[in-house]
T-cell receptor, first 112, second 116 residues
Framework: SQKIEQNSEALNIQEGKTVTLTCNYT??????LQWYRQDPGRGPVFLLL?????KEKRKERLKVTFDTTLKQSLFHITASQPADSATYLC???????????FGAGTRLAVHP | GAVVSQHPSRVICKSGTSVKIECRSL??????MFWYRQFPKQSLMLMAT?????????EQGVEKDKFLINHASLTLSTLTVTSAHPEDSSFYIC????????????FGPGTRLLVL
């Protein structure tokens, strides 16, 4: 069966540290994978998109990698800040028409 | 740019009534919009794909007669929860993209529905 798994339900880290979130999938062949941030009671906000032919994407303190052999994406936040506290969702396209399937998310708490 | 709005942001209704939620793309046109529901501490579950000018495509297990979708224009899709029951209480979120394949989705702020 098709699955998307984000390996940690919740993470607590100290401000300034680098954190890595993991997204693994099975029985999908996505053309691209996306990461979103969601704050409580709000809709998701787009962060990064990485395509199947790209190994790495960066945006400010964020970095995403995509390994189609391992069927895994890693999401890194460097020099974390309390404002980075949120739930981070990975999503992949399920075969066209921009239909996204989401992982369960990882709740990140960055403590001062 | 790429703003999606939803109205209302929250609604409380009595069991058995119907509730309409609007999703608008404010600064772009969207042939396709998507409707999700999200239970507390769970991920977004795709309910249906809303297609402008044609019938919506529902995901497996979603009752099309229960969740009526109308995509009347390139900037507006509506979701009507008919004969709502307490188990329909949830966070409903819509999304859209500017008609380009492989583009990111832009999400609305969500609508919190509470059925008493």
């Amino acid at each position: 069966s098709q699955k998307i798994e984000q390996n940690s339900e919740a993470l607590n880290i100290q401000e300034g540290k680098t954190v890595t979130l993991t997204c693994n999938y099975t029985n999908y062949s996505p053309a691209y994978l996306q990461w979103y941030r969601q704050d409580p009671g709000r809709g998701p906000v787009f962060l990064l998109l990485i395509r199947e032919n790209e190994k790495e994407k960066r945006k400010e303190r964020l970095k995403v990698t995509f390994d189609t052999t391992l069927k895994q994406s890693l999401f890194h936040i460097t020099a974390s800040q309390p404002a980075d506290s949120a739930t981070y969702l990975c999503a992949l396209d399920s075969g066209g028409y921009n239909k996204l399937i989401f992982g369960a998310g990882t709740r990140l708490a960055v403590h001062p | 740019g790429a703003v999606v709005s939803q109205h209302p942001s929250r609604v409380i209704c009595k069991s058995g009534t119907s509730v309409k939620i609007e999703c608008r793309s404010l600064d772009f046109q969207a042939t396709t919009m998507f409707w999700y529901r999200q239970f507390p501490k769970q991920s977004l579950m795709l309910m249906a794909t809303s297609n402008e000018g044609s019938k919506a495509t529902y995901e497996q297990g979603v009752e099309k007669d229960k969740f009526l979708i109308n995509h009347a224009s390139l900037t507006l899709s509506t979701l009507t929860v008919t004969s709502a029951h307490p188990e329909d209480s949830s966070f409903y979120i819509c999304s859209a993209n500017p008609n380009r394949v492989g583009e990111t989705q832009y999400f609305g702020p969500g609508t919190r529905l509470l059925v008493l």
